[in-house]
């Protein structure tokens, strides 16, 4: 039941997927389980966005945005700028350390 604006404009508004509009929408991971859940499908496991590289920045090295093990850091917070791999987010953020990208 989507209101008139979202089926006049539906190439903008609407998603095949509630993943999708999720995704796209409630981005970042406060929200998008919620979003998930509430079309009641089980959310991932791991960060559903493809840019999940942000820094940690209390241990000064760069993080993937899930659950788990290392690489994992947790998920991210709406506030991390996220990158699409480990060497981007060490060259934007931690150029200065030589071995960011073997943290």
Known sequence: NAPQYM??????????TLFDCCK?????NDAFTPCLEAGGVNPPTKAPIE?????DWANFKCVMSCEG?????????SWNILH???AVCC???LSWK???LLD
């Open 91 to 93: 060259e934007e953020h």
């Open 7 to 16: 089926k006049v404009n539906y190439e903008t508004w609407m998603y095949v």
């Open 69 to 77: 093990p290392s690489p994992c850091g947790g998920f991210h917070k």
């Open 98 to 100: 030589d071995t960011c």
């Open 51 to 55: 840019d999940s590289w942000y820094v």
């Open 24 to 28: 796209t929408y409630y981005g970042w």
């Open 84 to 86: 699409p791999s480990k």
